[in-house]
């Protein structure tokens, strides 16, 4: 059965992304939605300015049509329709997708690399984040974090400020990852088989269907973005990404397993937190040349391609430890 429902998730997925990006990338060559590049940024990517932009748009699209054609096609043989864990995970899916897109598309019309504030993005996260836990307390989902397997305590409404952390830290987490060609979306690629696994392990096959439909999607997206990248995820896919891996955190209980799982995105996210923090202490000087911590590789002298592999495996690593832990702990 568990086989059943992760080939045809991943299979089905793939298939219908390698469909549509290639449909995509010349309509968006003609619309001239291309990426505006940042000038402070590393000067190798200028070459890079004009390529299409929010090809994210088919993470949530295409997942979800995978999911209703499954469930089309196979009812409630396979997989048991949980009408409330679908809402929990699309709502929060399709909002920061939302919010990735109408960033996008500010960036494109101003053709600046300036779209929605950093106020205004933070806003709509908080929105989304407390419609999610709104929705969540209301259909009665547990509130309880688990440290250990027989240690747990009851965050009761607490458990709502660490959905907003949660929501709010991933997602703008892999949106600072996402600098390189291939770089979020193939370090993403590990951390959704791992709550895919863990989801398995939980028995909660809503949950490795939708994992193995999205991790089909980034396969077949990773087709056309790893380097020389024909499209770029933009803020359209990095935001729905972390929504991705914040709600299977939250859906498989192992909210706080995040960290570990993600770990490249949070040594990512603390370079940034870093960086900013350093620059305000010491009156303008910096910790690293450039942040996130990719673009500090860069400046240092190392390919492209070389930091994306390094990125890989030590995304890699996390998922390994992760799984390892699932299974003997």
């Given at each position: 059965?568990v086989?059943?429902?992760?080939?045809?998730?991943?299979?089905?997925?793939?298939?219908?992304?390698s469909?549509?990006?290639?449909?995509?990338i010349?309509i968006?060559?003609?619309l001239?939605?291309?990426?505006?590049i940042?000038v402070?940024?590393p000067?190798?990517?200028?070459?890079?300015a004009?390529?299409?932009?929010?090809?994210?748009?088919v993470?949530?699209?295409?997942?979800?049509?995978?999911?209703c054609?499954?469930?089309?096609?196979?009812?409630?043989?396979?997989?048991e329709?949980?009408?409330n864990?679908?809402?929990?995970i699309?709502?929060p899916?399709?909002?920061?997708?939302?919010?990735?897109?109408?960033d996008?598309?500010l960036?494109i019309?101003?053709?600046?690399n300036?779209?929605l504030?950093?106020?205004?993005?933070?806003?709509?996260q908080?929105?989304?984040?407390?419609?999610f836990?709104?929705?969540?307390?209301r259909?009665?989902?547990?509130?309880?974090?688990?440290?250990?397997?027989?240690?747990?305590?009851?965050?009761k409404?607490?458990?709502?400020?660490l959905?907003?952390?949660?929501?709010?830290?991933?997602?703008n987490?892999?949106?600072?990852?996402?600098?390189?060609?291939?770089?979020?979306?193939?370090?993403?690629?590990?951390?959704?088989?791992?709550?895919?696994f863990?989801?398995?392990?939980?028995?909660?096959?809503?949950?490795?269907?939708?994992?193995?439909?999205?991790?089909?999607?980034l396969?077949?997206?990773?087709?056309?973005?790893?380097h020389?990248?024909k499209?770029?995820m933009?803020?359209?896919?990095?935001?729905?990404?972390?929504?991705?891996?914040?709600?299977?955190?939250i859906?498989?209980?192992?909210?706080l397993?995040?960290i570990?799982?993600?770990?490249?995105?949070?040594?990512?996210a603390l370079s940034?937190?870093?960086?900013?923090i350093?620059?305000?202490?010491?009156?303008g000087?910096?910790?690293?040349?450039?942040a996130?911590?990719?673009?500090?590789?860069?400046?240092?002298?190392?390919r492209?391609?070389?930091?994306?592999l390094?990125?890989?495996?030590?995304g890699?690593?996390?998922?390994a430890i992760?799984?390892?832990?699932v299974?003997?702990?």
């Amino acid at each position: 059965m568990v086989t059943k429902i992760i080939f045809f998730g991943m299979f089905i997925a793939l298939v219908l992304s390698s469909i549509i990006i290639p449909i995509i990338i010349p309509i968006m060559h003609r619309l001239k939605y291309g990426q505006a590049i940042r000038v402070e940024g590393p000067q190798s990517h200028y070459a890079k300015a004009g390529t299409p932009t929010m090809g994210g748009i088919v993470f949530s699209i295409v997942t979800f049509i995978v999911v209703c054609i499954f469930f089309l096609i196979f009812k409630e043989t396979l997989v048991e329709f949980n009408l409330n864990n679908w809402i929990l995970i699309f709502v929060p899916v399709f909002g920061y997708a939302l919010i990735g897109f109408i960033d996008d598309y500010l960036i494109i019309v101003r053709k600046t690399n300036n779209g929605l504030s950093i106020k205004q993005k933070l806003i709509l996260q908080i929105l989304i984040a407390g419609i999610f836990f709104y929705i969540y307390s209301r259909l009665g989902y547990s509130t309880r974090i688990y440290l250990t397997g027989n240690f747990s305590f009851d965050l009761k409404w607490f458990y709502g400020i660490l959905c907003f952390l949660i929501l709010v830290g991933s997602t703008n987490a892999v949106n600072f990852t996402d600098g390189l060609d291939g770089l979020a979306g193939g370090v993403c690629s590990f951390a959704v088989a791992t709550f895919t696994f863990i989801a398995y392990q939980n028995e909660q096959y809503d949950l490795v269907l939708f994992g193995s439909a999205l991790l089909g999607v980034l396969l077949g997206f990773l087709i056309y973005n790893v380097h020389p990248a024909k499209i770029f995820m933009g803020d359209t896919g990095s935001l729905t990404l972390g929504a991705c891996l914040s709600i299977m955190a939250i859906l498989t209980k192992r909210e706080l397993f995040l960290i570990l799982v993600g770990g490249v995105f949070v040594i990512e996210a603390l370079s940034v937190i870093l960086q900013i923090i350093y620059f305000k202490r010491t009156n303008g000087k910096r910790l690293f040349k450039m942040a996130p911590l990719h673009h500090h590789l860069e400046l240092l002298g190392y390919r492209e391609s070389t930091i994306v592999l390094m990125f890989y495996l030590a995304g890699l690593f996390f998922s390994a430890i992760s799984i390892l832990i699932v299974l003997f702990a």
